[in-house]
């Protein structure tokens, strides 16, 4: 069972343009949700997180909403840059509910076009 | 700077071997983990550890077993490897307190092929 869910497996966005990557999940529970970035034949690094006690956090180019109602969150990107061509994991914890083990989803593929 | 080091970048092994596969880490972090990633499947816990001589089973345990003896080091092994066992494994680490900053700290990786 796929607590969370990234339904797209890849997205092109052409340079200079926003980039929106989106995530959704089922465990009402989640409370805490994050967003790596992974190159090819490197590990992934952490990028931005965000709590539920909010539904927006910014840092530089990378903003990440949180809709819990609707239980979907989404990473913007603006503007995108060729070197944000890479994989993009979203992840989800329970952290409030003493489950701190992180759930990813199945990653998103993004191709940004010079 | 933060450092998780994978002993091993690619592997290629037979069905039925025993393998190990190695991981550092320089933070004095207490927590560490096993990934694997798969296409169309994310990444999937395999192990943690949030001590050391401790361990946790993730969501697909089955085959493996890890062992923690010191703080810096956690091992993954498979006892007896199967085809369904080649993928990309992820070693990570965190402080203990993870849960209010979220990152985990990966090392590069370590594909292992099963023949």
């Known amino acids: 069972d796929q607590q969370v869910k990234q339904n797209s497996p890849s997205l092109s966005v052409q340079e200079g343009r926003i980039s929106i990557l989106n995530c959704d999940y089922t465990?009402?529970?989640?409370?805490?949700f994050l967003w790596y970035k992974k190159y090819p034949a490197e590990g992934p690094t952490f990028l931005i997180s965000i709590s539920s006690i909010k539904d927006k956090n910014e840092d530089g180019r990378f903003t990440v909403f949180l809709n819990k109602s609707a239980k979907h969150l989404s990473l913007h990107i603006v503007p995108s840059q060729p070197g944000d061509s890479a994989v993009y994991f979203c992840?989800?914890?329970?952290?409030?509910?003493?489950?701190?083990?992180?759930?990813f989803g199945t990653g998103t593929r993004l191709t940004i076009i010079p | 700077d933060v450092k998780v080091t994978q002993s091993s970048r690619y592997l290629v092994k037979r069905t039925g071997e025993k393998v190990f596969l190695e991981c550092v880490q320089d933070?004095?972090?207490?927590?560490m983990f096993w990934y694997r990633q798969d296409p169309g499947l994310g990444l999937r816990l395999i192990y943690f550890s949030y001590d050391v001589k401790m361990k946790e089973k993730g969501d697909i345990p089955e085959g493996y077993s890890v062992s923690r003896e010191k703080k810096e080091r956690f091992s993954l092994i498979l006892e007896s490897a199967s085809t369904n066992q080649t993928s990309m494994y992820l070693c990570a680490s965190s402080l203990e307190d993870r849960a209010n900053t979220g990152e985990l700290f990966f090392g590069e990786g370590s594909r292992l092929t099963v023949l």
């Open positions: 933070m004095d972090h207490e927590n």
């Open positions: 465990n009402s529970m989640f409370d805490y």
């Open positions: 992840a989800a914890s329970a952290i409030g509910f003493g489950n701190e083990k992180l759930t």
